[in-house]
């Protein structure tokens, strides 16, 4: 383990993640426009079109960003809370664009994005550490699966808890004008149970994952560490999200309410838990 | 009249049960469960973090008494979390169960009776004409669907791998559990401080701390031995960012089963596996060599003391009991700085975790040690509250400090003390718990089943001819927005093949 550092790549990589930022801002402006105009006039896509490919382009030079932060640390660039904001980030917009090519999702564009660009502010801000060695405990292979997965399945419930808030936005009346060129609720809520079943699954993996690695780090596989609790009460509530799905009187609004605590719990386990609570997983670098 | 009171007497149990096994119930518990997983990340658990415990009881041990009474100490073992969690998972089985038997019945029936009016389901086509039903029951086999020719009409079905997979998923869940249950009960973690050279022989009387789960049985312990030959711990010295950050820590030991001795080698993340168990390795420290001499020239200590690091640069403190020195018993509380800054103050202080400038601190002390008392003593704590202070920053004379090699006569002639030099000890984890592959297994199995689960669709299709009307009809389990198009498709390939 002779590992080479290098701070100004680092420096470099934070230079593209900062032009990514910029990127983003501009694809909210349009976005935004996008919806101001979409009150008046269903046909309108001359910003939505643009939008999306400065949102395709952001998240190329995103992800130079996070591939220069790997380079720069000679390791995956997800092992502390700076990496694991743009990484996270960069795999929100890129689960989201591949879906576009599946389905209709361009909806929530505004979500992921105003959401991505939030994270990456907090990281560039609040999260920025230098590149440093991993420590021991996080010298496996499990730190690739693990996190990746975990970050993975963040993804898929971001993009679902945006059409968690459209559905509820639309079922509440609110903005009737703007909210008739959404799809049906039908529609907005089949797509989130899609995307919470691949975060459910990816989640599922990722707790086993992480158990497998507890046991050959800590000596037992599950130990109620504060992070291994928050992951359980997260596994727990979006299986109570998909038995809610399927139970009578339950889909529909409740539904929605429940994805969407089961994604404030998502990202309060990685904000709260990771920085103030006190537990095993101390990998915030801060 | 017996029946029917005995029926009344059942009705509140029925009604229980009914309630107990519904998905409303199901969904209930499961968020209660989430909710009563909260206080554990709030408060210290007994579990996780004792120190964080007995902290909260010295800080303010009213709170602590009243959380105690409320089992937030030990939540995940606590009366009102395995409430919950034993009512969930009597709930999923008792509503598993009758689900198995409708499936295994459908499973073994095939595709269920055509129903007479098909045009209430969601899916529905007409057409005209005449139709092979044999031939149509071809086309449905090919796009995977289980079907039987009734009459004049052919019912199908597809998708049983979506409910064996709900199934699966929801018994392996109690395997899990079963599992995790179990292998805790018979699985055990001992903790033991190894000094390079020292040697562990696995029995009871070899640990320093020892937790066994409540079937363990001391004959689970294979007899093994194993001898810490040398423990490296590895600096980063490249990278000014990582300065005085460790990068491997690295036990090399020599582990005797009984049928020879083997070379092995063990660090953090890959523990060493041993007959019955694996050894893990859990922590480091300094272990300084010091030899005692006392007033009567005898040696009344020699040997590797084991220091607990107080901070990051490893600054360490140990505890030096010299129970047998003439004529006065010698206490000392040492420091030990592996790399050594005076500060302002005149204080010490470690700026480098590794000894490239080592020093040692004594502060000595003489009296009545108590160890002869009977009362079991802390080896890494000294009451100095009935000892003569003979050398301290405060005392008569100045702490006594040694660099490696070094010694020094103890003032008032009471002994001297050498400082022969410097080993590190490892603090290894012996742990096993057998249900660890089991529930490994289990949760493999749950996690692929629940693929199928969810991903798999729930279709049933048919097909009936009557005079020249020739109906289509289906109907998915659950939400399915594809069904229509789907049976479009079969129609159009039925249209084409079967024909008359």
Redesign the interface.
């Known amino acids: 383990?002779?590992?080479?550092?290098n701070?100004p790549l680092s420096q470099v990589s934070l230079l593209f993640v900062s032009a990514a930022m910029g990127l983003l801002a501009v694809a909210l402006l349009l976005f935004a426009f996008q919806l101001a105009k979409l009150k008046d006039d269903s046909t309108e896509s001359r910003f939505e079109k643009f939008g999306f490919w400065v949102l395709g382009f952001a998240t190329l030079v995103l992800g130079v960003g996070v591939v220069l932060r790997g380079i720069a640390a000679n390791r995956v660039p997800w092992a502390n809370m700076y990496e694991f904001s743009i990484t996270g980030a960069l795999t929100i917009l890129t689960v989201y664009l591949v879906s576009l090519k599946v389905r209709d999702v361009r909806y929530v564009a505004t979500f992921v994005t105003g959401f991505t660009l939030v994270t990456l502010f907090a990281a560039v801000s609040l999260f920025y550490v230098?590149?440093?060695?991993?420590?021991?405990?996080l010298?496996?292979y499990w730190l690739v699966i693990h996190v990746m997965v975990a970050i993975l399945a963040v993804g898929f419930f971001a993009v679902a808890a945006g059409f968690h808030i459209a559905y509820l936005v639309k079922s509440a009346g609110w903005g009737k004008a703007l909210m008739d060129r959404f799809p049906e609720l039908?529609?907005m809520e089949?797509i989130a149970?899609r995307f919470n079943?691949v975060g459910?699954?990816s989640w599922?993996?990722t707790l086993?994952a992480g158990?497998?690695?507890a046991?050959?780090?800590?000596?037992?596989?599950?130990?109620?560490?504060?992070k291994e609790?928050?992951t359980?009460?997260i596994w727990?509530?979006y299986?109570?999200y998909?038995?809610?799905m399927?139970?009578?009187?339950?889909n529909g609004r409740r539904a929605a309410w429940?994805g969407l605590i089961g994604f404030s719990?998502v990202i309060f386990n990685f904000v709260v838990?990771n920085l103030f609570?006190?537990?095993?997983h101390v990998y915030s670098g801060l | 009249m017996e029946s029917s009171f005995r029926s009344s007497l059942m009705f509140w149990p029925r009604w229980f049960w009914r309630q107990l096994t519904s998905m409303r119930t199901a969904l209930f518990l499961l968020l209660l469960l989430a909710l009563a997983a909260v206080p554990g990340s709030l408060y210290p658990q007994r579990s996780a973090d004792p120190n964080g415990v007995r902290v909260y009881y010295d800080e303010r041990p009213e709170l602590a008494a009243f959380l105690d009474a409320l089992q937030l100490f030990d939540v995940y073992t606590s009366v009102w979390f395995s409430a919950i969690y034993i009512l969930l998972f009597v709930s999923l089985v008792g509503c598993v169960l009758p689900r198995l038997r409708v499936h295994l019945t459908a499973l073994r029936r095939g595709p269920v009776q055509t129903p007479e009016n098909l045009k209430r389901m969601s899916a529905y086509f007409e057409s005209t004409g005449a139709l092979d039903l044999e031939k149509v029951r071809k086309v449905l086999k090919q796009n995977g669907f289980r079907a039987e020719i009734q009459g004049d009409s052919v019912s199908a079905e597809k998708g049983y791998a979506k409910e064996t997979g709900n199934l699966v998923f929801h018994f392996s869940l109690v395997a899990v559990l079963i599992a995790v249950g179990v292998g805790g009960g018979l699985s055990f973690s001992g903790q033991r401080v190894l000094v390079e050279g020292d040697t562990f022989v696995n029995n009871l009387a070899s640990y320093d701390s020892f937790s066994p789960g409540p079937f363990f049985n001391e004959r689970e312990l294979v007899p093994f031995s194993l001898k810490l030959d040398d423990f490296a711990v590895i600096y980063d010295l490249r990278n000014p960012a990582n300065l005085g950050q460790p990068i491997d820590f690295v036990a090399s030991a020599t582990l005797d089963d009984g049928s020879g001795a083997t070379s092995q080698e063990f660090r953090v993340n890959h523990p060493l596996a041993a007959p019955g168990a694996n050894v893990y390795l859990t922590g480091n420290g300094f272990a300084p060599v010091i030899t005692v001499t006392d007033g009567t020239g005898a040696v009344a200590f020699s040997g590797p003391v084991v220091y607990l690091p107080q901070d990051s640069n490893m600054t360490s403190l140990g505890v030096i009991k010299v129970p047998d020195a003439l004529p006065e018993q010698i206490g000392m509380i040492s420091f030990f700085y592996p790399t050594v800054a005076e500060l302002d103050t005149g204080a010490y202080t470690s700026i480098y975790p590794d000894p490239i400038d080592p020093l040692l601190t004594l502060n000595v002390y003489t009296g009545d040690l108590g160890l002869d008392s009977g009362i079991p003593r802390n080896v890494y704590a000294l009451d100095t509250s009935q000892l003569e202070v003979v050398a301290s920053r405060t005392g008569p004379n100045p702490p006594v400090e040694l660099r490696p090699g070094e010694s020094a006569d103890l003032p008032g002639g009471i002994g001297r003390v050498t400082f022969d030099g410097v080993l590190r000890f490892a603090s290894v984890d012996v742990a096993w718990n057998p249900g660890g592959f089991w529930v490994l297994l289990f949760a493999a199995i749950a996690l692929i089943a629940i693929v199928f689960s969810l991903s798999i669709r729930r279709r049933r299709v048919w097909v009936r001819v009557r005079g020249e009307k020739i109906e289509y009809a289906a109907l998915a389990r659950g939400d399915d927005e594809q069904l229509e198009s789907v049976l479009s498709e079969i129609k159009d390939e039925i249209e084409k093949e079967a024909r008359v």
């Open positions: 383990m002779n590992v080479v550092l701070e230098e590149v440093k060695t991993l420590m021991p405990a010298q496996s039908k529609v089949r149970y079943m459910f699954v599922s993996f086993i158990a497998i690695w046991e050959r780090a800590w000596h037992r596989y599950w130990g109620w560490d504060t609790v928050w359980f009460i727990v509530l299986a109570g998909l038995h809610a399927a139970t009578r009187g339950w429940l719990a838990v609570f006190k537990g095993l």
